[in-house]
């Protein structure tokens, strides 16, 4: 396995096409762990205190018309 210093370097020497592939890559890869993190805290109830506290703020008349 290459260490980090030596895809550093790799990675400077794509040509452009290659790079912005690779940068479209890792920003979907983050989207989907960002995603899948999302999903297991709401299926879990980690979230549930934001419907807690969007139901408060709407019972009390806090919410404003968008």
């Known amino acids: 396995m290459l260490a980090l210093k030596e895809i550093e370097k ?14 479209k890559w890792f920003y979907s890869r983050d989207l989907k762990q960002w995603d899948d993190e999302i999903t297991k805290d709401s299926e879990s109830g980690k979230l549930d205190f934001l419907i807690h506290e969007a139901l408060s703020e709407k019972n009390s008349a806090k919410l404003k018309n968008l």
């Open 10 to 23: 790799e990675i400077l020497t794509l040509p452009e096409k290659d790079y912005s592939d690779l940068r």
